[in-house]
């Protein structure tokens, strides 16, 4: 059983940046694909970014690219997702997930879930 918690959200203006941590316990994450996700209000949960097991192997949706990052720290058990260049569409509450199989943008198959942390970018 992991648990799973996010920090580092807030409230940005348009082209600040914040970094978003979660933090495992229960298990190392060592083992399990990590991903990000966010949803918006009156909208469904969308992929964000996923890294590998060891963190050389990320991908991106494409609304992010070149200005999010994410990166883990197995020996802090942690994964961040440091995001700059903020934009007002960027809100959302985003969502740290895990799985020990699944390596696809499907928040379905992540089987563990953190409670979301809030990110609002004003213009």
């Known amino acids: 059983q992991v648990q799973l918690v996010e920090s580092g959200g807030g409230l940005v203006q348009a082209g600040g940046s914040l970094r978003l941590s979660c933090a495992a316990s229960?298990?190392?994450?060592?083992?399990?694909?990590m991903g990000w996700f966010r949803q918006a209000p009156g909208k469904e949960r969308e992929f964000v970014a996923r890294?590998?097991?060891?963190?050389?192997?990320?991908s991106y949706t494409d609304s992010v690219k070149g200005r999010f990052t994410i990166s883990r720290d197995n020996a802090k058990n942690t994964v961040l997702l440091q995001m700059n260049s903020l934009k007002p569409e960027d809100t959302a509450v985003y969502y740290c997930?895990?799985?020990?199989?699944?390596?696809?943008?499907?928040?379905?198959?992540?089987?563990?879930w953190g409670q979301g942390t809030q990110v609002t970018v004003s213009s």
């Open positions: 997930a895990a799985d020990v199989m699944y390596t696809g943008r499907d928040p379905r198959n992540y089987h563990y």
């Open positions: 229960g298990r190392t994450i060592s083992s399990y694909r």
């Open positions: 890294i590998s097991t060891s963190g050389t192997i990320t």
